[in-house]
């Protein structure tokens, strides 16, 4: 049965064609049909670290042309990609781990590739961002995807002001040097802010990590083997206060601010004077203002 789903796989590729192709970020095992198909049958095959993907090629019996396109030359090989397509060749790009073009190489040679007029088409498979969402328990149904948080740590901490009273979850990667900043930064804003740390994902020492900011730095802390490896953090909305949960003197200082002011800045000067949530103080204007 498996040979005719993968026979099928392989009578659908088409030459003059990039395929972008997701490869597994640890497990060997979470790589699809299509994705082997398209690495056994591409006439080359672009890869972030030649010496990773060989590995990956070895383990299911493929003997492809590697060719290196990584960030630094990503430009100049663009050209050269292009011109294997204009052979009638088929081309499959793929990165050390996941899928390319998200927050790895890859979203430039298929912008020029696709600006040629050849096609561009993924082969999807597994995703870190996807899979620490599917068991981080967070049912809102959008989210933001940050990518790496910056390493300087005044960026780091505007981007936690901005999330600090966010209504959806926010989905980061953080690196194992970094990763004690980081949870410091946001322990000063937001202790008790649900958040899920994971990490190895899909490897031998894959770990779930779930409780407040506060908990889960407490946890690295004690345990220096839960700062090692690859890292997802989850971090859950900020819970929702009500209008009816707004201190009379925090209604007062919106309702006279607002009658003054745009509604974002009325909201943001309120919430620096009252100290209460800027989303809630921004809600209330605005049922102020539909009332009125």
């Known amino acids: 049965m498996l040979q005719k789903y993968y026979q099928k796989a392989c009578d659908s590729l088409s030459p003059q064609t990039l395929y972008v192709v997701a490869t597994p970020i640890g497990n060997l095992t979470d790589i699809t049909l299509r994705a082997l198909a398209v690495l056994k049958h591409a006439d ?3 890869a972030e670290d030649t010496r990773v993907t060989a590995q990956l090629l070895s383990a299911y019996g493929i003997q492809g042309k590697l060719v290196s396109v990584r960030e630094h030359n990503e430009q100049q090989m663009a050209d050269k990609i292009t011109a294997y397509l204009e052979q009638g060749l088929t081309v499959a790009q793929v ?6 073009a998200v927050c790895d190489p890859g979203a430039k040679l298929a912008a020029r590739v696709r600006a040629a007029g050849f096609r561009v088409v993924p082969v999807v498979g597994a995703s870190a961002v996807m899979g620490a969402l599917s ?3 967070v049912s809102e149904p959008s989210f933001y995807f940050n990518g790496f948080l910056p390493a300087k740590a005044g960026e780091r901490q505007k981007l936690f002001e901005n999330w600090a009273e966010a209504d959806y979850p926010v989905v980061m ?5 970094r990763i004690a900043a980081a949870l410091a930064d946001m322990a000063a804003l937001f202790p008790e802010r649900e958040l899920m ?3 190895e994902i899909s490897k031998t020492f894959e770990t779930f990590l779930s409780g407040t900011v506060a908990e889960i730095q407490t946890t690295l802390q004690n345990d220096s083997n839960q700062s090692r490896g690859e890292m997802v953090l989850v971090l859950h909305p900020a819970p929702r206060q009500k209008h009816s ?3 009379d003197a925090a209604r007062h200082a919106i309702s006279v601010l607002a009658a003054e002011l745009p509604t974002k800045q009325a909201a943001e000067l309120a919430a620096k004077i009252t100290g209460e949530s800027k989303k809630a ?3 209330f204007a605005l049922s102020l203002k539909n009332a009125g």
């Open 44 to 46: 080359i095959i672009c």
């Open 95 to 100: 990165s050390d781990a996941g899928t390319p």
């Open 135 to 137: 068991v981080a328990g």
């Open 173 to 177: 990667f953080e690196t194992p040097h």
């Open 197 to 199: 740390l994971a990490r």
């Open 245 to 247: 949960e707004l201190p």
């Open 281 to 283: 103080l921004y809600d």
